[in-house]
């Protein structure tokens, strides 16, 4: 039965030497990490441990070095810096593959640091809205840490961690860390109404975060019966649940229901999953599987990238060979997930240009030692504010054709050239 102590009292528990994995997103445990932090000086070379951290990653900032030292499986805005000056490490994983690193024993957890909601009469407390690999940390430690937090909503699915499970509990009451969604940009308009027309009655939704997936949730609003099996929902979706365009009737496993590994959206949304049967959470080796994704019919993902060169080949997750910008999250599970879906797509969406315009984010080729996030032979759509790219199916010439038209007027006569240089024809 877990020991109810404080913050100061449960960090102590924390050794040299320890790997730590911290709940990924709205499940990092704020009161935790602080009480750690303020006890940096007592640790040598721990290891932290997470994907996309919302809070300022201070153990990962100058004057930490041995003390802390940071393995990323997702940079975030908290982590680039270190990871770019070299004082953090970046381990690549798809997201649903995550939890094997800590159930087969790659990344051996002895201390897991989560966010639960309080528990039920019978003792059981939920992860909420943050499933994902937490669930395997916490069933893999050596040792289990827990904030008991009331803002933490009860979620269904496969979500209850028992106080027996727990080793040390602290009730710390915060509110979660909330996504405020600004009014979406013309581009993002435009890129939002270009992935829509992609999407129609009945289909299965997956939706990263950011403008765009909230924009194209924007005009969805004709569409009827769709679901979602998605890694994570953000604010965008509310309105289509409330007026009932997303209702789950059409789906093939999952009937009527709902399934995601986390959120990362505002109070509206957590509340509207609280005690809520009709969503469901469960662990992201499930949610995320491939195999799984692809069991929905017309199951339809939609993500951004931060570049596409003329083969088809997406850069996701870094600006260049020495800066992470995040990781492959659950960008590559969805995209195969939709290639196994009876009637799937697969859509990858993002904005012409990047530097205020003056870079293309649609580029001849990429430089030597970028790495690349998914290959070409992966890719179904790329959509810009210009237009939609059809690849499935296309050959070299007509892939970079289908490009060029949707890149940024200003780049497509440098694009032009290199082409026919490729392909010895004019364009």
Same mark, same amino acid.
């Given at each position: 039965m877990a020991q109810f102590v404080s913050a100061q009292e449960a960090v102590k528990h924390i050794k040299s030497g320890d790997r730590?994995? @911290? /709940?990924? $997103?709205? *499940? +990092?445990p704020q009161a935790l990490v602080n009480a750690m932090m303020d006890n940096y000086k007592s640790y040598k070379d721990v290891e932290i441990c997470h994907m996309l951290? @919302?809070?300022?990653?201070?153990? /990962?900032?100058?004057?930490? +070095?041995? %003390?802390? #030292? %940071?393995? $990323?499986?997702? /940079?975030g805005p908290g982590s680039r810096q270190a990871l770019a000056e070299r004082r953090a490490d970046f381990t690549p994983v798809y997201f649903f593959e995550t939890p094997r690193l800590f159930k087969n024993g790659y990344l051996p957890v002895d201390v897991a640091m989560v966010t639960v909601s309080p528990p039920d009469e019978h003792g059981y407390c939920t992860l909420g809205v943050a499933v994902d690999y937490s669930k395997a940390a916490v069933d893999n430690a050596k040792i289990v840490i827990a904030q008991v937090n009331k803002y933490m909503p009860k979620t269904y699915g496969d979500t209850l961690v028992h106080l027996n499970d727990i080793d040390f509990a602290v009730e710390c009451d915060e509110p979660l860390f909330a996504l405020n969604s600004p009014a979406n940009t013309e581009i993002e308009d435009k890129i939002g109404a270009n992935c829509a027309s992609l999407i129609k009655d009945g289909d299965c939704l997956q939706l990263g975060i950011g403008g765009i997936p909230n924009a194209v949730l924007s005009y969805l609003g004709d569409k009827n019966d769709m679901g979602i099996h998605s890694e994570m929902l953000s604010n965008g979706v509310m309105d289509l649940l409330e007026k009932g365009n997303i209702n789950n009737s059409k789906k093939t496993i999952h009937l009527g229901k709902s399934i995601v590994t986390f959120l990362y959206a505002g109070e509206k949304l957590y509340n509207y999953v609280n005690n809520n049967p009709s969503v469901e959470f469960y662990p992201v080796d499930y949610v995320n599987n491939p195999c799984v994704v692809g069991q929905n019919d017309n199951l339809v993902s939609v993500n951004s990238a931060l570049s596409v060169d003329l083969w088809g080949q997406v850069v996701a997750d870094n600006v260049n060979e020495v800066r992470q910008y995040s990781g492959a999250g659950g960008f590559v599970d969805f995209v195969r997930g939709a290639s196994f879906s009876k009637g799937g797509r697969s859509i990858i969406a993002m904005p012409s240009t990047a530097a205020g315009g003056k870079a293309s984010r649609i580029v001849p080729e990429f430089e030597a030692g970028r790495p690349i996030t998914l290959s070409r032979f992966d890719v179904d759509y790329i959509v810009t504010e210009y237009g939609? /790219?059809? @690849? #499935? *199916?296309?050959?070299?010439r007509e892939r970079s054709r289908s490009l060029i038209e949707i890149a940024h007027p200003d780049f497509r006569d440098g694009m032009k050239e290199k082409y026919e240089k490729r392909f010895l024809e004019k364009y």
């Open positions: 730590v994995v @911290l /709940a990924h $997103s709205i *499940g +990092e951290a @919302l809070g300022p990653c201070k153990y /990962a900032q100058p004057g930490m +070095e041995g %003390h802390f #030292r %940071h393995n $990323s499986l997702f /940079a939609v /790219a059809p @690849l #499935r *199916g296309k050959n070299w």
